[in-house]
């Protein structure tokens, strides 16, 4: 008689609350260390695995049966352990065939008697196993919340008293333009267009973010800057007027035609008049308040890898010299007690440009930490002043947070200072950064608490449901509807040593400030805004395949993370075009409704926040999924292609009863959406059968 294979489906466990639990042990050790009991909890099916045993760096411990059912056995082992983090996975020994394999957060091998614990060629002994840290924690709030991204220029206008005018000063080539057609799509080269969005346009909007049931904003940077995006920080210490509040105002705009900003006296003012700068950090504190009292975060962006060439640090326009307390900038003085926090490569001064740049741009100058031991503590001052009162906010979001420093040392003992500053000021702040790469060594509960999910989220989803690179610079037909790629990439199976935690509320993003509207994926233009123009970015767009992409993102472990304008029907290439302006009074009415209507059912069921994902069936271009924690269970089904199907469920392995009854909670298609379909189906021996319209997804729930 053959051997029956392993139930894989069956075989499960994670670090969600129902497989794993963390209690203190009190008293603690003798030398007054903490001690954490950690129960751990495995699922197999039935019949399959006679044996488990827990094995960890420290040596194997038998696991014992908890519980059993007609499909499951329920092993379980507790372990008491110190600080040090916890590597684990499970031996299982075959009850049918005697055969031995290794379970770990990556899948199943097979099990050798000395071969390391089933590990392949090239790996560590523990790699792929599972990675828990006693005292990681983030913060609960962050779990499943929802997040509104907002592009403060392009938001609303609430102040036109603050807005850039055309011709106040010089930047990156030519003089500012502020545009008077709020509706008019950017240019190809952007970075000198205002539109005048502000923090007052934001606080304005405060209970249409309400309404549409965000829990937290995340604002691209806010503090002096000369563009619109103002990722090139002119000084960290103070919101930009142009974004606050102006109360004093003089000076003169530059002559038609010039580029030297000696003569831009009306943006001299503006943004180092004190009372402009206060007035301005006062708005942003009463912002934090409004949004607060509707139980809304704040998160803020922080550029600490460089800054901009018009820093005060540095000021290389002058903006600075001779003005009132500010000391001299660096480029213009060698004695300049900034000197040290850039990197000059030559001994010429005054008007020194041989400064060290992040990917060669002079307008953004690298922080040099290596040489100076002040700025570093300017940078933790400005860090914990933020989150501090009165001004409150809610984390920060670290923008190429990899590359600060000049080595992966110092990178990270600069990250793990960061941390503990922050979390000593407000402890139930975020600490989110941007990466494109593997981040594990950043997230084991020392340094970042989660990332901008590009590599687990945005990119497969988007490969998945379009076929399209995030940017749209390329498609690739063979990868739309990869069920296996897909998969490898939202599990986040290649970060080894990876706890769950920054899982669950990582970033998770369709669209952002960096790359194309997902809205314009869905058309598969392969281009941008210079190659194909405005018009091209709403041509082809398929709203239904959008739709698709929301219920995933609003069902999938992290925090579903809204780039504005996106549930209004703004589409857009990648940057500048992605910067569009909020369409007010024009906005896609039935496309916000839906989106509020996915973001009810999303915060109407917790295991959508904090519970176990699993992947139940799928096909080309079909997934399924569950979400369960041991009282609700939610299945999400898409159907990606351009033609109906019907779909069975094994359910029984996302915690739904073999005979249960299960409601249809959301359904989308080709047509629109339905937010109570106030449909029910028979679950027939743990399998539920469903019929899927072409491009559609749908939620059901028990």
Known sequence: MPHQPLDAKALFSDQTSQFLKVLPIRP??????????????????????????????????????????????????????????????????????????????????????????????????????????PEFKVPSWAKGAVIYQIFTDRSCNGDSGNDVITGEYAYNGGQVQHIDDWYAPPAADDTREHYGGDLQGIMDKMDYLEELGVDAIYLNPIFVSPSNHKYDTQDY????????????????????????????????????????????????????????????????????????????????????????????????????????????????????????????????????????????????????????????????????AADLGHSDE??????????????????????????????????????????????????????????MEKHGDDFRPERIGDANRFWEAMAWKSQNDMPQAPLMCSMNQLSNHDHSRFLTRTARHVGRLFDLGTDAASEGVRESVYREAAVVQMTWPGAPTLYYGDEAGVVGFTDPDNRRTYPWGREDKEMIRFHRELIKMHKEFECLSKGSVIRLTDAKNMLCYGRFDGDTSVIVVLNNREEPMTVRIPVIYAGVPEDALMKLRFLTGQDGFLAYPRTIYKVVDGILEIEMGPESAAVLVR
């Open 28 to 133: 603690p050790s003798r030398k007054g260390r903490k001690r954490y009991a950690i129960h751990i909890r495995l699922r197999t099916a039935a019949g399959d695995v006679d044996k488990c045993v827990l094995m960890t760096d420290g040596g194997e411990i038998p696991m014992r049966v908890e519980r059993e059912d007609r499909w499951f056995i329920y092993f379980s082992v507790e372990v008491e352990t110190g600080w040090d983090p916890l590597r684990y996975a499970f031996r299982l020994h075959l009850a049918d065939s005697g055969e031995e394999m290794i379970y770990k957060r990556t899948g199943i091998t097979e099990y050798k008697a000395g071969s390391a614990a089933g590990k392949k060629d090239g790996e560590s002994p523990t790699d792929g196993w599972w990675y828990f840290a």
């Open 410 to 467: 110092f990178n990270h003992r600069f990250w793990r200072h960061f941390r503990q500053v922050v979390k000593k000021a407000n402890p139930d702040a975020i600490i989110l950064a941007e990466n494109y790469e593997d981040s594990a060594n950043w997230l084991r509960g020392g340094e970042w608490d989660t990332i901008m999910n590009y590599e687990g989220f945005m990119e497969p989803l988007t490969w998945f449901l379009t076929g």
């Open 237 to 400: 210490s103070h919101i930009d007027p142009h974004f606050g509040k102006i109360v004093h105002d003089s000076g003169q705009l530059l002559p038609e035609g010039t580029l030297e900003n000696t003569g831009a006296s009306k943006y001299k003012t503006r943004v180092t008049d004190h009372a402009n700068l206060e007035a301005s950090d006062r708005l942003f504190a009463n912002l934090v308040r409004e949004a607060h009292k509707r139980g809304i975060r704040v998160i803020l962006d922080g550029v600490f890898n460089h800054c901009g060439s018009f820093h005060r640090w540095l000021d290389r326009e002058k903006f600075y010299l001779n003005t009132g307390d500010y000391a001299p900038g660096a480029y213009l003085r060698r004695e300049s007690p900034y000197r040290d926090y850039f990197d000059f490569k030559r001994d010429e001064w005054p008007d020194n440009d041989s400064y060290d740049s992040w990917w060669g741009m002079d307008t953004l100058p690298k922080l040099n930490y290596e040489a100076s031991e002040e700025l570093c503590e300017e940078i933790m001052k400005i860090a914990a002043k933020w989150v501090s009162p009165p001004y409150n906010a809610d984390g920060w979001r670290l923008d190429v």
